[in-house]
């Protein structure tokens, strides 16, 4: 019997790998290790029956001939069989993309070399062999590729993986399918675990290098470390991070790299653990948490290359000019020694700089004598000698420039250009790569080396993590299909001015939310990686929009001729001085201003800058949470910091029908159980509950809050009863009813808010409404609807017949949201209809004869001209009347001939 398998905990590269090595051996059996990752497991649930394998207890180890390991060579990694290594007769092949460790085993057949997956390794066997790939296979391969390269985007990247992934999708991959399990959303531990990494990073320069460590407890273990340790590194740019988790009497630690200086598996191996340079791991038993730190520290010091800085690429001695100096003299400098940037200096201190750009521009409109004082820019990017490459490249890219000076004690000592970083970064790979050929292309005996080929991919089929996972198109297409086109040209335009401009432009919150829902949402808010409030001014100048803007929040809205309303803001973070507080802002990137948001399904963007138009950018797992249907907060203390998120989050459950996750709700009641929610402004809950109010069904919203406490909390004499819902729920017929037949609008939150209110006296309704400073105008309509309804429903519930002119004067001066409170609280239907006759019909009936056809009656001037007008209008609503012929006739025959002249 011939055996596949690979280590515990088995990832996708690992499962991708057994599935390849089946093809390449395809009578031997495939044994699955136990455990395997959160990841693969969901996976198998859905999609397990495509692979045939069988658990390790039901093979007879005294029965198996060959053994073929893939993802691993360690002799500790692989459970029982590694009984069989070193067994008489035993063959062994491995596959494996991992550098050697102490620990490998000696195999007589395989490959092993350097690559970013495994899978990549057998993919390429399998073409070179010819051997056939369905595209469900191709998909699972594609899927370990994409995992342990961090969808191609890792520094473990290389040719072959490209190469492979290429290939796969030539042969039906599909990303779309894969994109869910790659772009996962946390589970609830998982992303407790994630803030805590947040909240307990510390930073460490060791050898020039910055070191993220995370040193955090958990009561039991969390399954899937690696998923928020990514969402960490990424939200956060990170190169180097190593957490220890400690788990009851188990200290796990996970290690990642980005840069060439930090082998984590060389870092972690004196502890016992392994993987690859840029990915690590390692199981530690028994041991003190402070003393691991403390070896892992000194290990660090031991292991990381000294990292190049500043003053090992820059350019010296620094060639310079003077205030003084001619426009003439500096381009005879910058020829003669073939630079393009010229610092200016006065008694040693640097006052400005001069491109070559500029000295040419000047001198073809002036003589080239005039000094350069008057044309030097003063606005210089100085940095230390001892600052890291990677922190260069980032504040030329913050303040794009091409060019630092580079000072030491204020003194000029060098200067960097951005073909200075290039070439040093491209040395440092070099090296890498020449340092690592001991074993990146060793082979098994019985193997032979297949010739292969760079393949290059289109652009929109390779996204980094934190994407879509898929192609932009998708979405572009949604855009195309859901947005009228007058508004898609709007944002396509914004998408260029803001490319032309050096920014990144975003639509961002519900839209993309709705958009992905299949619900119309034309509410658009756009963000913008660089000054929202300069892009805003340039989009209305050129669609001829009127612009207001709040430059305290950086934020601007504009109105399209056409009514289009447009919200722009600058991309920013957010800071709550204290709970409950509105928050401080500060400029930031696009994942920190979706991180200050309120749920993840509130964090997606969708880029439409014309070179990535249409791309989903989804950091959090929103769509995952939209596909589970759940309400989650994105850190712990989300409510702390706004507790108005509670009404929203509850809001949100039930407008889709979600379901708030397990660990909200916890955070949702100890928010209430602290007091903190009582620290809210009264006039900001007053908002939040007439957007609840305003709800299709509010009522299941409403139940919600009493649930949780929460209404009570707002006024501790509300209560939701079975009996007002069943009112608010007939409230809809009602307003449809009205709408219909009259075309007008009503407050629909005030009426409602008139229901739940029932069961208050009148001084406790007057109470709620001071508290919660309602405008004049709507306390008047709480209070008179209060009132009113019951005189109302006495007053018309007569079986008796009763004149239209009665019931207009009984209702006329009664507001129509307490009209329509009535409605809802009568139960005898003849109440309803003579209510709705009045605001469908009654209400709108107007006289056609006015004070001068009076006159002109011979009626003299006097304050009975009311009186008769109104007498008229009677007989209208009657029905004694129905045109101003009648209605003369009927003023001659009804006043007295006194009242003439």
């Given at each position: 019997m011939k055996v596949i398998t690979t280590h515990p905990g088995m990832d996708f590269d690992a499962l991708a790998s057994l599935?390849?090595?089946?093809?390449?051996y395809p009578e031997a059996k495939i044994c699955l290790p136990t455990p395997i990752s959160s990841e693969v497991k969901q996976f198998m649930a859905i999609y397990g029956k495509i692979i045939t394998h069988l658990p390790a207890e039901e093979i007879e180890l005294a029965k198996v001939t060959q053994l073929i390991l893939v993802d691993t060579r360690w002799i500790n990694r692989i459970g029982p069989f590694r009984e069989l290594v070193g067994k008489e007769g035993m063959k062994v092949h491995i596959y494996d993309h991992h550098p050697p460790h102490p620990n490998d085993i000696r195999g007589d057949g395989g490959l092993c070399q350097e690559a970013g997956a495994t899978t990549s390794i057998l993919t390429r066997i399998l073409?070179?062999?010819?051997?056939?790939?369905?595209?469900?296979?191709?998909?699972?391969?594609?899927?370990?590729?994409?995992?342990?390269?961090?969808?191609?985007?890792?520094?473990?990247?290389?040719?072959?993986?490209?190469?492979?992934?290429?290939?796969?999708?030539?042969?039906?991959?599909?990303?779309?399918?894969?994109?869910?399990?790659?772009?996962?959303?946390?589970?609830?531990?998982?992303?407790?675990?994630?803030?805590?990494?947040?909240?307990?990073?510390?930073?460490?320069?060791?050898?020039?290098?910055?070191?993220?460590?995370?040193?955090?407890?958990?009561?039991?273990?969390?399954?899937?470390?690696?998923?928020?340790?990514?969402?960490?590194?990424?939200?956060?740019?990170?190169?180097?991070?190593?957490?220890?988790?400690?788990?009851?009497?188990r200290i796990y630690v996970v290690a990642r790299s980005r840069t060439l200086s930090v082998n984590v598996s060389e870092v972690l191996s004196p502890l016992g653990g392994g993987g690859h340079n840029f990915a690590a791991s390692a199981l530690i038993k028994e041991q003190d948490?402070?003393?691991?730190?403390?070896?892992?520290?000194?290990?660090?010091?031991?292991?990381?290359?000294?990292?190049?800085?500043?003053?090992?690429?820059?350019?010296?001695?620094?060639?310079?000019?003077?205030?003084r100096t001619s426009l003439k003299e500096a381009e005879d400098l910058m020829t003669k020694y073939g630079i393009s940037t010229l610092p200016v200096l006065e008694e040693g201190r640097v006052v400005g700089i001069v491109s070559r750009e500029k000295v040419d521009h000047v001198m073809a409109h002036n003589s080239g004598k005039a000094p350069l004082k008057s044309y030097l820019s003063p606005k210089v990017f100085t940095v230390s000698p001892q600052l890291s490459l990677k922190k260069a490249?980032?504040?030329?890219?913050?303040?794009?420039?091409?060019?630092?000076?580079?000072?030491?004690?204020?003194e000029l000592v060098g200067?960097?250009?951005?073909?200075?970083?290039?070439?040093?970064?491209?040395?440092?790979?070099?090296?890498?790569?020449?340092?690592?050929?001991?074993?990146?292309?060793?082979?098994?005996?019985?193997?032979?080396?297949?010739?292969?080929?760079?393949?290059?991919?289109?652009?929109?089929?390779?996204?980094?993590?934190?994407?879509?996972?898929?192609?932009?198109?998708?979405?572009?297409?949604?855009l195309e299909k859901k947005i009228p086109e007058r508004i898609r040209k709007v944002l396509e335009q914004g998408g260029r001015i803001a490319q032309r401009m050096g920014f990144r432009a975003f639509i961002v919150g519900g839209f993309v939310r709705d958009l992905l829902m299949g619900i119309e949402n034309l509410d658009v808010d756009l963000v913008i990686e660089g000054d929202g409030i300069e892009f805003a001014t340039e989009l209305a100048r050129q669609l001829k929009g009127e612009l207001k803007r709040h430059r305290g929040f950086g934020t601007a809205t504009i109105v399209l001729p056409h009514g289009f309303k447009l919200d722009v803001a600058t991309s920013r973070s957010e800071f709550y001085p204290s709970p409950a507080a509105l928050p401080q802002v500060k400029p930031a990137p696009l994942t920190e201003d979706l991180a200050r948001r309120d749920f993840t399904v509130n964090t997606m963007a969708i880029n439409i800058n014309p070179s990535s138009f249409g791309l989903l950018i989804d950091f959090f797992g929103g769509q995952e949470d939209i596909r589970r249907k759940k309400v989650r907060v994105l850190h712990p203390r989300s409510f702390i910091e706004d507790p108005t998120r509670i009404f929203r989050a509850i809001r949100f459950e039930q407008r889709y029908?979600?379901?708030?996750?397990?660990?909200?709700?916890?955070?949702?009641?100890?928010?209430?159980?602290?007091?903190?929610?009582?620290?809210?402004?009264?006039?900001?809950?007053?908002?939040?509950?007439?957007?609840?109010?305003?709800?299709?069904?509010?009522?299941?919203?409403?139940?919600?809050?009493?649930?949780?406490?929460?209404?009570?909390?707002v006024y501790p004499k509300i209560e939701l009863t079975p009996e007002k819902e069943k009112e608010l729920n007939y409230l809809v017929d009602v307003f449809a009813h009205f709408e219909v037949i009259s075309k007008e609008k009503s407050k629909r939150?005030?009426?409602?808010?008139?229901?739940?209110?029932?069961?208050?006296?009148?001084?406790?309704?007057?109470?709620?409404?001071?508290?919660?400073?309602?405008?004049?105008?709507?306390?008047?309509?709480?209070?008179?609807?209060?009132?009113?309804?019951?005189?109302?429903?006495?007053?018309?519930?007569?079986?008796?017949?009763?004149?239209?002119?009665?019931?207009?004067?009984?209702?006329?001066?009664?507001?129509?949201?307490?009209?329509?409170?009535?409605?809802?609280?009568?139960?005898?239907?003849?109440?309803?209809?003579?209510?709705?006759?009045?605001?469908?019909?009654?209400?709108?009936?107007?006289?056609?004869?006015d004070g001068k056809d009076l006159k002109s009656m011979g009626y003299r001037p006097s304050p009975r001209f009311s009186q008769i007008l109104e007498d008229v209008r009677r007989a209208r609503l009657d029905g004694l009347v129905k045109n101003k012929k009648e209605e003369i006739n009927y003023i001659k025959e009804k006043f007295p001939p006194e009242e003439k002249k």
């Open positions: 599935v390849a090595a089946k093809k390449l073409r070179e062999r010819k051997i056939p790939i369905t595209p469900i296979e191709a998909t699972l391969l594609i899927l370990g590729i994409y995992e342990d390269t961090g969808s191609l985007s890792f520094a473990s990247t290389t040719p072959l993986d490209l190469e492979a992934a290429g290939f796969l999708l030539s042969q039906g991959a599909s990303l779309e399918l894969i994109s869910s399990f790659l772009n996962r959303s946390l589970t609830e531990r998982q992303m407790a675990l994630f803030n805590d990494f947040i909240e307990r990073a510390k930073i460490r320069i060791i050898n020039g290098v910055e070191v993220f460590i995370i040193v955090t407890e958990v009561d039991e273990f969390v399954g899937g470390l690696s998923l928020p340790l990514h969402k960490f590194i990424d939200l956060k740019n990170l190169e180097v991070v190593f957490a220890l988790i400690k788990a009851k009497e948490i402070k003393e691991v730190e403390e070896r892992l520290h000194d290990l660090l010091k031991e292991k990381i290359r000294p990292r190049q800085t500043v003053r090992d690429v820059m350019s010296f001695p620094v060639r310079f000019a003077s205030p490249q980032e504040i030329m890219m913050d303040e794009e420039t091409r060019t630092l000076l580079v000072l030491d004690n204020e200067i960097l250009s951005g073909p200075d970083l290039l070439q040093a970064f491209h040395k440092d790979a070099q090296g890498f790569r020449h340092s690592e050929s001991s074993f990146s292309e060793r082979e098994f005996p019985g193997s032979r080396e297949p010739q292969f080929s760079f393949v290059d991919l289109p652009g929109d089929k390779v996204c980094p993590r934190g994407t879509s996972g898929g192609k932009g198109q998708v979405v572009r297409d949604l029908s979600f379901q708030i996750g397990e660990e909200t709700e916890k955070l949702i009641q100890d928010v209430l159980e602290r007091g903190i929610f009582h620290r809210l402004s009264r006039e900001r809950i007053r908002e939040e509950l007439i957007q609840i109010l305003k709800e299709d069904e509010p009522e299941k919203t409403i139940r919600r809050l009493q649930d949780f406490g929460i209404l009570k909390a939150w005030l009426i409602r808010l008139l229901l739940l209110l029932e069961g208050l006296d009148e001084e406790e309704v007057r109470d709620f409404c001071r508290r919660y400073k309602f405008t004049r105008e709507n306390q008047n309509a709480i209070i008179s609807g209060r009132l009113e309804a019951e005189k109302l429903i006495k007053s018309l519930g007569s079986r008796e017949p009763i004149k239209c002119s009665f019931i207009h004067s009984l209702l006329k001066c009664v507001p129509q949201e307490a009209l329509l409170f009535t409605m809802a609280k009568a139960k005898e239907k003849l109440v309803k209809k003579r209510i709705l006759l009045y605001l469908t019909r009654l209400k709108n009936v107007e006289i056609e004869v």
